[in-house]
């Protein structure tokens, strides 16, 4: 699949070393991943240019900012996942996250993450034509 050029994944994980597992996969990913610390650096990013995906760590997924997220010009082609862990209740209830469009939960596979990619990436370039 050939990606947009504008094609990019955000991550906004202010403990990059929880998501060690995810950083290793995505370097492996042949589009631009970049990190982010807070909601707000999000937000500006996402503002400027929305990313096909955005993966948020489970501690920054208030509604607040996913609602946030969602309300940019354009965002509506960009896909919001949060990786969460296998025991948290958060992910069974995914009506509950009407803006958010999935999970991403631990422990990660490659087959997983890269899926989800060429999906986020599949949304947005349809989304553009």
Avoid at 99 to 114: A, E, M, N, Q
Wanted: charge should be negative; include cysteine.
């Amino acid at each position: 699949m050939v990606f947009p050029s504008s094609t990019y994944i955000l991550l906004l994980a202010p403990q990059i070393e929880e998501l060690q597992g995810l950083e290793s996969l995505l370097q492996q990913v042949a589009l631009d991943v970049e990190i982010v610390d807070t909601a707000d650096q999000a937000l500006d990013r996402v503002s400027q240019s929305p990313p096909c995906l955005v993966i948020l760590q489970e501690d920054l997924r208030s509604e607040a900012t996913i609602y946030r997220l969602r309300r940019i010009a354009n965002a509506d082609r960009m896909t919001l996942v949060i990786v969460t862990e296998t025991d948290s209740p958060s992910w069974l209830h995914q009506d509950q996250h009407p803006d958010v469009d999935g999970f991403l939960v631990k422990p990660l596979s490659s087959d997983v993450l890269f899926s989800l990619i060429h999906s986020a990436s599949a949304r947005q370039y349809c989304q553009q034509t």
